[in-house]
Every structure is written in structure tokens, then in C-alpha cells.
């Protein structure tokens, strides 16, 4: 029989019940068995593959900890549902939170619930686990629906939700909403020699010619010039095209997941549309929570993973870049969705959420989404790669010296929204799964074979960007992890706030003025970016990153504190 489970550790309240191990207890629905369990130190929430469309269940975007109202809520609205007899209003649902939740997250719990309802839903559980539970009732859906601790409500998938697919199962189906239309988002980091007292004095004109060195902003246009033959060339060859162009040194490849290039990759596959998106934009920033920022070694907490990656000085100036495909890869999405739409009605293909659009992976529909995600995935890697060039390029300006006098080497660079093949073991067989990361992390441990040699012994590099201001961490992947959630894990801190609820409630000088006080230099090209980019918009990252590192999934490397920030 089907059956949802959901896993929370660590939690902010204590429950009546006596905690060991693991602990479990089943209700009996008339369609649906839930099986609740509760185990310590794990804070992520997985929802088993269930096919009961009736199912209405509601979550909350409370960070780190998953609450055990949400689990008493879960099994009550299971109950009901299968009954077909109450959906909760946000009157009651709000009631039910103040009795069972006394915690800091309320507030927004609540904002978040209202906004749910005012959009049409119904109390109880917002979207995020609702549509943990849809990813959980597609075809071909391997063992579970992975919540990470940073999860919130996304298109189709939720942000921070991992889902694997059988590769040998003709059922199985890949869904653009499981990769999110920012393909390839990822994090880069780039050591440096420098110390936090070579750069103080001279931190605010750093940052200005970092902002002029990169292209910033909705719309902007990259100053390496690309014609349409470069651009055909770099949705193939990713970042293969940068080191035969001379923006990259053939050891970033290395260090690089996938070494920067999908093999699948067909340029025919991408629209001319998508295509005239992405010319001008090689090389750019862009908006939203992109960023390029500066930042120092605050704590080194794994020393031998520290000194592999060469960042295992405290004060050590690093730089971190976070951006995407751009408009390209968000055109890509927009292309599969239509085209899958139809696929679905010719194939009888049937999901709980009209976003959840998806195809048969060996359809001609989902073969033609993966080769065009490819060459997205490819031109992200680009992207970075001609941002780190540029990067270099403001340093040896700025300190009168060469990028490799500076030792300006590619630590890592990690994707977040993604999609790939990959050998995984489930119930002691090694199966080829499609594993769908939406904001989450690759984190294979030591001795895999996809990752570089320098980290065989000690994992692969995880970089979890902080938000705006707030500290940023370096893990590295572990078994555990490959165990429970296909090697992946948390890829930032998640929203706690919608962006328009953001730049209604905090005010763009206070923003400007806390970050000036923890004497950090910004330069942004729009100034609403500043609310909606803000601390208080995000949940705490320091409390995600622990949450995974008590859970095993990944495990804590080095802290790092930005001292200057460039936003789009």
C-alpha cells in the first residue's frame, strides 16, 4: 500500500511523546495509510509515492525545523480527505497553529497561510507540502518526494525538492517544473591569496570595480562579445568553449560539476527564441538573489577539507559568484512546458497539479527537454566561467598583479536546478535514476567517481550561498547522504517572505544602513532589489546548513562573512 512519511528531527518543540531513535506510529485512512516517523537528527520531510489524487494536504515554510503540528495536521487532513469531507479555512487553520506552535516562525507561518487562502486555497498545510505530495504521485517515482530544510512553494516542484525517476521504467517521466526555469542556478567559489587586512582599506573601490567589471541587472548585456556561431558552440561544449576562448583555466573545468559540460546537449533543441535571449546575456549577473560577492574566511571547522580545497586560513579572501542561464534557460522551460502539455493528453498522463506539466523520459518530448536543458545547463557553466574571467581580470587591475599571482583558483562550482542521470543503490540494487534537483545540491561523498581527484579523500565541495549580508558555508557530500536523499542536500537559506510582501514591509534605507553597520560594502543596480534581497527575507541559513550537517546528509567545511556585496 501507498504510503506518506515524513520524517522530522531536532524540532523546536518538544512533542508528548518519548523521544529514542526512531519512533513510529500508523493511522488507518479509508484510501491512504500514514505512516509518521519521527527520527532523531533528521530534519528533512519525504513523502512516499502515493497515487490518491484526493489527498489535500497544506505545509508551512518554516525553515530548518518541521514542526509535529504539521504532522498531526497531515494525518488529520488525510483522514478527512479520504472521507471527502473538510478542507480547513484560515480561520480554523490559524486557531489549530496557536494552540500547537509557539516558536518565532509563527508570524510568518501565518503570512504565508493567508496569502495561500487568499489565492483561492484552503487552510491548513501550505503549498510547499502539498506539492511535495503531488512530485510524490508522478509515474515512475523512485522509493520518495525529499523536502530539504530549505524548502518552500515553487512552480510544480517545490524549491528544495529532490525526486528521482527510473531511467528502466517506460512509465517514468521527466517535468521541467522538478528543474525550475533558472536552469543550472549555481554557486561558484574562487580562492584567493589575500588576507582581510590586504583588502580593507581599499574594500569600497574593490566592490565598485567589481560592479563595473560585471554586467548587472534585468536585462543587461555582456561585454564579451558572442556572436550566434559562439553562442551554437557554447550550448555544446560549455565550459570546453571557455577554455578554447581563453576565459577559463583548464583546471576550472576540473573543479567544476559535470566538468562544466553535458554531453547530451543538441542546440537544435533550443528555440531561436531562447537562443536571441541568451546572446547578448553571455557573462552577466542578472537580478533576483544572483550575486557576486567578497568574502572571508570567518571559521575553518574541517581542517583537512579546508586545506584540500586551499581555503584553510582564517581571514582568506574568497569570491563567490551565484547565477543562472538567464533568459535562455527560462525560454527552455517555457518551450517544454508547452510542448509536454500535449504530450500529456496524447499519453493519458495524469498529475495532481496542471504545473507538474511532464513527458516520458524516452518520449521525443522528453528526450528533446533534456538535450535543450543541457545546452541551458552548458551556457550557465559559461556564464560563470566568463564572470570568473572578469572576476580575475577587476583583481590583477585592482592589485596590480596576475590573476594567477593571486592564486585566483575555481574552488568549486555546484548547480542547483537540474536535472541528470545518475547510478544510484536503492534496496541493494544499482539502478540509473533521473534525479530532479530543484534548489538543491549535488553532495556525492569521498571516493565517488564523479568528483576530482583533490577531493576523493574528503568529498565533494557543497557552497551554500547565505542571503544578503549573512554568513555563506562550504560542506562537503557524505554517504549518509547518497542513502537518504540521492546525494543531494540544501542549496541556501529559502524564502521566508514573498518578494512583494518584502518590499512592502522593510524599508530599502534600514536595509542599506544594518548591512553599512556589519561593515559591509554594496553596490546594487535596483534599489527594490535591496527589501527583497534583505535578511529578514530568508530564513536563517546557519540554521539550514545545521540542520544538515545533524542529519548526515552533508557535513560542515569552513564559514564565510561577506565584506562586499554586488546584486543585480
Not at 528521482?164 to 517535468?175: H, K, L, N
Not at 564579451?224 to 557554447?234: F, P, Q, Y
Amino acid at each position: 500500500m501507498p504510503t506518506i512519511s515524513m520524517a522530522p528531527g531536532m524540532l523546536a518543540n518538544p512533542w508528548d511523546l518519548s523521544i529514542g531513535p526512531t519512533h513510529s506510529k500508523t493511522f488507518a485512512c479509508s484510501e491512504t495509510k500514514v505512516v509518521l516517523n519521527w527520527v532523531l537528527l533528521t530534519s528533512m520531510c519525504s513523502v512516499q509515492h502515493c497515487r490518491c489524487h484526493s489527498l489535500s494536504t497544506r505545509r508551512q515554510t518554516i525553515g530548518a525545523r518541521l514542526h509535529i503540528w504539521m504532522l498531526r495536521q497531515l494525518m488529520r487532513d488525510c483522514c478527512f480527505c479520504a472521507h471527502g469531507s473538510m478542507n480547513r479555512t484560515y480561520e480554523e487553520a490559524k486557531k489549530f497553529i496557536e494552540q500547537e506552535d509557539n516558536t518565532r516562525y509563527k508570524g510568518l507561518i501565518f503570512e504565508e497561510l493567508q496569502h495561500a487562502c487568499q489565492r483561492g486555497g484552503h487552510g491548513g498545510f501550505l503549498p510547499a507540502v502539498q506539492q511535495l505530495a503531488n512530485v510524490a504521485g508522478l509515474p515512475g517515482i523512485v522509493k520518495k518526494s525529499i523536502a530539504l530544510p530549505d524548502v518552500h512553494s515553487g512552480y510544480g516542484f517545490a524549491i528544495g525538492n529532490v525526486a528521482a525517476f527510473d531511467m528502466a521504467d517506460p512509465e517514468a517521466i521527466v517535468s521541467p517544473g522538478g528543474v525550475g526555469f533558472d536552469i543550472n542556478c549555481g554557486v561558484r567559489l574562487i580562492r584567493t591569496n589575500l588576507m582581510e587586512a590586504d583588502v580593507t582599506d581599499v574594500k569600497e573601490e574593490l566592490a565598485q570595480t567589481l560592479f563595473d567589471h560585471i554586467p548587472v541587472g534585468v536585462g543587461s548585456q555582456g561585454i564579451i562579445s558572442t556572436s550566434a556561431k559562439d553562442l551554437e558552440a557554447a550550448l555544446e561544449m560549455g565550459m570546453d568553449w571557455s577554455l578554447r576562448e581563453g576565459y577559463a583555466w583548464a583546471e576550472d573545468k576540473e573543479h567544476c560539476e559535470e566538468y562544466g559540460r553535458m554531453l547530451q546537449a543538441d542546440p537544435s533543441k533550443v528555440s531561436q527564441r531562447a537562443k536571441k535571449r541568451g546572446l547578448p546575456q553571455m557573462g552577466t549577473l542578472g537580478a533576483g538573489n544572483h550575486y557576486a560577492e567578497i568574502q572571508v574566511v570567518e571559521e575553518v571547522i574541517d581542517k583537512p577539507a579546508a586545506r584540500k580545497m586551499g581555503i584553510d586560513k582564517v581571514g582568506q579572501v574568497c569570491i563567490m559568484i551565484h547565477s543562472g542561464s538567464r533568459g535562455l534557460g527560462h525560454q527552455v522551460a517555457t518551450d517544454a512546458l508547452t510542448a509536454m502539455e500535449r504530450a500529456m493528453a496524447r499519453d493519458k498522463i495524469e498529475t495532481n497539479d496542471r504545473q507538474l506539466a511532464c513527458a516520458r523520459i524516452n518520449s521525443q518530448e522528453g528526450q528533446d527537454y533534456l538535450k535543450a536543458m543541457s545546452c541551458a545547463a552548458n551556457f550557465a557553466w559559461v556564464n560563470r566561467s566568463s564572470m570568473t574571467f572578469l572576476v580575475r581580470q577587476a583583481f590583477a587591475k585592482m592589485f596590480k598583479t596576475t590573476p594567477d599571482d593571486l592564486d585566483m583558483h575555481l574552488v568549486y562550482d555546484v548547480s542547483h536546478n537540474i536535472a541528470k542521470v545518475e547510478e544510484h543503490m536503492v534496496d541493494g540494487k544499482m539502478k540509473q535514476l533521473l534525479v530532479h534537483r530543484k534548489g538543491s545540491t549535488r553532495a556525492f561523498p569521498p571516493h565517488h567517481p564523479l568528483i576530482p581527484v583533490d577531493y576523493q579523500l574528503t568529498g565533494q565541495p557543497v557552497l551554500i550561498g547565505g542571503t544578503m549580508g549573512t554568513n555563506s558555508y562550504v560542506l562537503t557530500g557524505t554517504e549518509q547522504g547518497m542513502h537518504d536523499t540521492f546525494g543531494s542536500t540544501c542549496h541556501g537559506a529559502g524564502r521566508a517572505r514573498s518578494r512583494n510582501n518584502s518590499r512592502n514591509k522593510l524599508d530599502y534605507q534600514e536595509v542599506l544602513d544594518a548591512l553599512k553597520t556589519k561593515g559591509i560594502a554594496i553596490r546594487v543596480a535596483s534599489p527594490k532589489l535591496v527589501m527583497e534581497e534583505a535578511p529578514e527575507s530568508y530564513k536563517d541559513v546557519t540554521e539550514v546548513v545545521n540542520t544538515c550537517h545533524e542529519a548526515g546528509i552533508s557535513k560542515l567545511a569552513v564559514k564565510l562573512r561577506p565584506i562586499a556585496v554586488i546584486k543585480g
